[in-house]
């Protein structure tokens, strides 16, 4: 296997990598907040962006390479007379966009989890090598003066000796350094090095800009409305759900729950079954998550707070049933609790149909009062 067709750890299947994207969609305010910061001279060694998965933070990060990479410096008087740039656009004609698109500008470097050559697959962490290629990238002098940049996608994975190479370098950050650390979960970060990092916080994206970020991957949306429900901002979480036929398995879960109190268990076991089938593992995996994510709206509902729209054919209807059986604190209780023993069941290999079909039988339970 070529280094090309390696698979990429900070890549989302079915969708072009991050530094392949042109256009950032839905960040129009953390981009203004770096923007004036660099503007201003108050642009800052390291950047943190955070926000739930799936909104671009990978994304955003390359745009800032970019945006760095073609300037001359970072200081007061960045643009002259001229007028600060309004965007972090930087057309991909440019020579850096097409260098940092092929992984090879000089002075930009990636930090992500590398291929195992000797397992055959991606590591599960990122290793203390990874980060100590900074010492090699930071000892070669920029050929064209400019901001030296490094990406961390994302930082959550490093392990502990990677964290703490990582970390003297943020305490003594060479010259004309940018580093920026992508966390989908920023709490498990050292609080040390979240404490060198300015911070961004990327915001989940709207109906609309979910719509063209999904348009610009080349990905073909079955139903905005309900990918808008189900994906909660993210086009992450969208793209899975496309990929995953998520939306018909979420469909298909409505229905099953429709039939409580009387459970079809014969329908419940087929269902579990096909989840949890060998080799299906991202399947069982979103199959869990919507299952949870049918128990919080059927909670919210129960509240007197019902989702705005439909995400499957019959959703309120059902929602509204089960919602008038219990409250919405025993439905809660029971989204915590399923969620708990479905994680901690999958985490001891416990068979997957049975934790379903164990789940279902729990939620036909509640129904009956």
């Not at 989890?113 to 055959?120: E, F, G, I, S």
């Not at 060998?278 to 919507?290: C, F, N, P, S, V």
Request: proline share 6%; charged share 25%.
């Amino acid at each position: 296997m070529s280094d090309d067709d390696l698979p990429e750890a900070d890549r989302a299947e079915g969708a072009p990598h991050p530094r392949h994207t042109e256009r950032l969609f839905g960040q129009d305010a953390a981009a203004q907040s770096f923007l004036d910061a660099t503007s201003q001279g108050r642009r800052h060694h390291a950047w943190l962006l955070t926000g739930p998965r799936g909104v671009g933070k990978a994304t955003f990060a390359w745009a800032m390479a970019r945006f760095l990479r073609t300037e001359e410096d970072g200081g007061p008087g960045l643009f002259g007379d001229a007028p600060a740039p309004a965007t972090l656009d930087v057309s991909p004609e440019h020579p850096v966009a097409r260098r940092m698109a092929a992984l090879s500008d000089p002075g930009t470097l990636l930090i992500r989890r590398a291929w195992d050559p000797d397992r055959k697959k991606l590591k599960a962490q990122i290793t203390v090598d990874e980060v100590r290629k900074l010492n090699a990238f930071f000892g070669l002098s920029a050929t064209d003066g400019g901001s030296r940049v490094v990406i961390v996608d994302s930082a959550d994975e490093m392990n502990p000796s990677a964290a703490n190479a990582l970390l003297k370098v943020l305490e003594e950050p060479p010259a004309n350094a940018v580093l920026i650390l992508i966390s989908h979960q920023p709490a498990r970060l050292l609080p040390t090095i979240r404490s060198r990092c300015r911070t961004l916080r990327l915001a989940p994206l709207g109906a609309e800009d979910l719509e063209h970020a999904l348009a610009q991957a080349g990905v073909e949306i079955p139903d905005a409305v309900a990918l808008t429900e189900l994906a909660g901002g993210s086009a992450g979480d969208a793209l899975r759900l496309i990929t995953g036929d998520g939306l018909g398995l979420y469909a298909d879960l409505v229905a099953l729950l429709g039939t409580a109190p009387q459970m079809d268990r014969q329908a419940a076991r087929r269902f579990a079954d096909a989840a949890a089938a060998r080799g299906a593992e991202a399947r069982m995996e979103l199959t869990l998550r919507l299952l949870d994510l049918a128990l919080v709206r059927l909670a919210r509902t129960a509240a007197g707070h019902p989702p705005t729209a439909n995400a499957a054919p019959g959703e309120s209807e059902t929602l509204t049933k089960l919602a008038a059986i219990a409250s919405a604190r025993r439905w809660a209780e029971l989204q915590q609790a399923i969620g708990a023993r479905l994680g901690h069941g999958m985490s001891v290999n416990v068979d997957p149909s049975s934790l379903l079909m164990d789940a279902f039988l729990q939620i036909n339970e509640a129904a009956r009062g």
